[in-house]
């Protein structure tokens, strides 16, 4: 297989005065594949993925700088839109009773979202940091599997239908944020204080689950269709960071040395 792909960066900024900017960032761009999403099963024989295309992606951002010697903010709204995406998930399948390479082909995703970050010199030593960010990470198309058992060149099965519309992508917190307190003290000592909040976390999509094979024997209205095809969101989480440390010169404690 060859690629030709390219990359376009591009931006805008504009000052406002000397501490007040607003800028817009677009950048279209299409990627080669990853070798480990195109070698079905490298370590046994060299078949690739059928009709690999290269990933191509639209992304921009538009933000608004304030920077002044007590304060700082950052605002961003996103949005990045990703077509034509491979993946390649290893795994024992209970149907087939082997070990499998099962390539996901026609990934699309979309990616929205903002970010906002604060900094203020208080007084006297006093800091305080807030950083806020949250958005949704979704697929947007269905896609195809290909399945080969491992170790052997043989195909289980192809074309594949996965409904995965409007899944989110999950692995990671579409929500964020983190308040911090810090003091810095004249005599060298400093004391730093930090919550940080995480949310609507979803596990991965599992593509098995969202075929038509995997629940065309269960009744619309059952549970069990519902729990198949639904997708977990984990509980959130909080974490509390305290730190403190103190320093000296060395030269002012050992000065005959």
């Known amino acids: 297989e060859s690629f030709f792909n390219y990359a376009i960066k591009g931006g805008l900024t504009v000052k406002v005065d000397g501490r007040n900017y607003v800028f817009f960032n677009p950048s279209p761009l299409t990627r080669a594949p990853l070798p480990e999403n195109v070698f079905l099963s ?82 006297k030593g006093f800091s305080a940091r807030a950083v806020l960010a949250a958005g949704q990470n979704f697929y947007t198309s269905s896609q195809t599997g290909y399945i080969t058992q491992d170790n052997l060149d043989s195909v289980l099965t192809s074309n594949v239908m996965i409904y995965s519309e409007n899944l989110r992508v999950g692995g990671s917190p579409e929500k964020a944020g983190s308040l911090g307190l810090a003091y810095r003290s004249p005599k060298f000592w400093f004391v730093y204080i930090t919550g940080n909040f995480f949310g609507d976390t979803y596990v991965m ?44 010169k060395m030269n002012n404690t050992y000065k005959n040395m």
């Open 205 to 248: 999509m599992n593509p098995v689950r969202r075929t038509a094979e995997a629940v065309d024997q269960l009744d619309e209205s059952s549970s069990t269709r519902a729990e198949i095809l639904g997708q977990e969101r984990l509980d959130n989480q909080f974490t509390l960071d305290i730190s403190a440390g103190w320093s000296w």
């Open 42 to 123: 490298p370590q046994a024989n060299n078949r690739t993925l059928p009709d690999v295309k290269s990933l191509s992606q639209i992304a921009a951002e538009a933000g608004y700088l304030l920077r002044s010697p007590r304060y700082k903010v950052r605002a961003i709204v996103y949005i990045t839109q990703t077509y034509d995406a491979t993946d390649i998930k290893r795994f024992y399948h209970d149907d087939f009773r082997t070990f499998v390479n099962y390539a996901v082909s026609g990934i699309d995703t979309r990616n929205i979202g903002t970010e906002l970050s604060f900094e203020a010199d208080l007084h």
